[in-house]
């Protein structure tokens, strides 16, 4: 039985998310303060598989939960908020959440939402045992090690999340070629976009954004306006396997 934390202040939206989450195979604990919530989730033991996190909290809003858990865990956040806008959303996505949804929402979608998450992760977590250890992926001086969920660039470890590094994957493996958009969020964020789901968008900025500019300013990763993105590599990917001056040694693509 999957186990949510979800950290709130409104008492009767707590109760009408447990009522609607029990019946649906889900073990649910309830916290209204926001440190104490952090406290929660570091401390468990299994750690909870997903958390539930309100933007707006007592001692310590969402923001300040998120960056403390993000130090320390990866288990998966949906942030909640009401309708202030798309800079909640934004802000969330990078530093981290997994997903957003704004206040009110219908609980079956919450439900759905959280269902594709935790498929999406469990898949992500038995992953890396499907690749050799010693196989890397590397194209020009980007380099990704798909056994430990590893990226670097010029040899220095890139600080990615967990969807941030399959968006690199998937377009790394495709380098030179368009994936699009719907491809990206079906097999890494696990559901199907709808019309106004700008979640790609956020992702791959925020990528872009860690990853930095190819020599000469040219960008890494480019949009394909109304298709999806595309790495801007000529050639595919090259699995390789790491020497031992991988930590410290520029990494260049073998010819």
Known sequence: MPSLLLIDDDTMLCG??????RPE??????????QEGLRRAVEAVPEYDLILLDLALPSMNGFE???HLRSRLDTPVVMMAGSQGETDRVIGLEMGADDFMTKPFNPRELIARVRAILRRTKHQRIQPFSFPASECLVVGDIELDPGSRV????????DLTSVEFGFLEMLVRAA?????REQLAEQILGRTLTAYDHST?????SLRRKLGQKEGGHERIKTVRGIGYLYAHPSPYLPRTPSPRSQTANWQQSR
């Open 65 to 67: 939960v998120l960056q």
């Open 201 to 205: 968008y956020v992702h791959v900025s």
């Open 16 to 21: 009408v998310l447990t009522d609607c989450l």
């Open 176 to 180: 030179g070629r368009v994936v699009p």
């Open 25 to 34: 195979g889900f073990q649910v604990t309830t916290v209204q303060d926001g």
């Open 151 to 158: 990226a670097r660039r010029d040899g220095e470890p890139l």
